[in-house]
């Protein structure tokens, strides 16, 4: 099996950091993330869904629990992966397309 500090190893640094800072804080509250100290940001308060230009893949999701969106919990399989429905944006499909 290959471990985890193997497949941190191949990604850029940047990406390895985010992903080092979350493994980090799993499990934990955390207050609203600062910037790593390269600068990089772990979320937006604009929008729910982080996805940097420097990566193919979002960084990160926040879920407001007080919220007008039916947001689900993960659910969390037998091999560890997990999905998470999470709601749009708009209930509106066309305010949703524009946003």
């Not at 500090?5 to 979350?22: A, G, I, K, T």
């Not at 509250?29 to 193919?56: C, F, H, M, N, V």
């Amino acid at each position: 099996m290959v471990q985890l500090d193997q497949l941190l190893s191949n990604l850029p640094d940047r990406h390895r950091s985010v992903l080092e800072w979350f493994i980090k804080n799993a499990g934990t509250d955390q207050p609203w993330p600062e910037p790593l100290p390269d600068g990089t940001l772990l979320s937006s308060r604009a929008k729910g869904i982080y996805k940097p230009q420097w990566t193919k893949y979002a960084v990160s999701v926040r879920q407001t629990l007080i919220s007008p969106y039916p947001d689900r919990d993960p659910v969390v399989r037998s091999d560890g992966t997990w999905s998470y429905l999470y709601f749009q944006e708009s209930p509106d499909p066309q305010a949703r397309d524009r946003e």
